[in-house]
Nanobody
């Protein structure tokens, strides 16, 4: 399976920016058509989709709540997925997870352990 490790989380003020990174380590990562994504989960809330990018085409998708503020990117050579977050709001406070899945799968298959993002007023 793909092993994922997130980094870059921290505590910031509302309006600040933060960039999260996810490093992947697996031979399967480079051998298959993949979707790379970020999810987040606040305490007591369900995990929600944030953004995704196709490893093969670069096509992106964003949740309505982050469109225009967050940007997802990838580096296939370095096996990294990044999430640049701008104009952060307290509502963005959550544990952020990176995830991957093969194109033919409906559910994401590999998950990182998460990195905490806290946005203060």
């Amino acid at each position: 399976q793909v092993q994922l490790t997130e980094s870059g989380g921290g505590m910031v003020q509302a309006g600040d920016s933060l960039t999260l990174s996810c490093n992947a380590s697996s031979r399967a990562f480079g051998d298959t058509t993949m979707s790379l994504a970020w999810f987040r989960q606040a305490p007591g809330q369900d995990r929600e989709f944030v953004a995704s990018i196709s490893k093969n085409t670069g096509a992106t998708s964003y949740a309505d709540s982050v469109t225009g503020r967050f940007t997802i990117s990838k580096d296939n050579t370095k096996k990294t997925v990044s999430l640049r977050m701008y104009s952060l709001r307290p509502e963005d406070t959550a544990v952020y997870y990176c995830a991957t899945k093969r194109f033919c799968r409906s559910a994401y298959e590999s998950w990182g352990r998460g990195t905490q993002v806290t946005v203060t007023s």
